[in-house]
């Protein structure tokens, strides 16, 4: 074994170790964030980049998903503007819980406590806000492979991403180079740029993002 490979193989297995002494990120995992309120991610608003890329939107019967949404505040700014086929997957009881409860009158929203992974349907647009980045690294292309199956010809995975690192996770970062690299195969990379208008704590570290299916 020559020492380049020597050190990339030994780099990737203390990368597993590390992985493997991660919280398990399952469904206790992140119920227990609801219930002890320690959601530092949550914007209580609808994030600016995605509201600002909402607002071109002009027909208001695509059928949207937003996966791994939390409280899902972009889902009520769609509603708001109109938009008539939203639907909101939480793998969290107590977030979907609660929204069931609050958005009981708004029929245009459908709400599922499911694993992201088994959710069945076909969409025209898939919203990302921070659920790639709380899902393991090693769930990444599992991750573009069901947005690929749950996207229509055509349809659209829009949002940010970091761009950054971070110690341990989750959050778990990423670069442009990595994301090129996931994204290309079965993706068209429409945008993959530094993102102008994040909210103040994440300048200058997210990548706004437009993947079309091909
Ligand atoms: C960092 S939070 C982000 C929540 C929301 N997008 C936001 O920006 O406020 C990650 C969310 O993904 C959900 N999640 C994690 N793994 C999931 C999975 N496999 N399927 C569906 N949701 C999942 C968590 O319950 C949590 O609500």
Known sequence: MDMEHEISSSEETSKKVELANEPKLDQHYW??????????WDLKEPSAPLKSYIDQLTDKDIRILIPGAGNAYEAMYLCQQGFKNITIV??????IEKLKQQWQD???ISLYHQDFFKHQGQYDLIIEQTFFCALSPLLREQYVLKMHELL???????????????????PFGGCKVEYEQLFKQLFQIQT??????SVTPRMNSELFVILKKV
């Not at 119920?31 to 959601?39: F, L, N, P």
């Not at 010809?153 to 690192?165: A, E, H, R, T, W």
């Open 31 to 40: 119920d227990s964030r609801y219930v002890a309120g320690t959601t530092g």
């Open 106 to 108: 708004f029929p245009q």
């Open 90 to 95: 939480d793998i969290a009881p107590t977030v």
């Open 152 to 170: 229509r010809s055509g349809g659209k995975l829009v949002g940010v991403l970091f761009d950054k690192d971070f110690e341990g996770g989750p």
């Open 192 to 197: 993959l740029d530094s993102c102008h208008n």
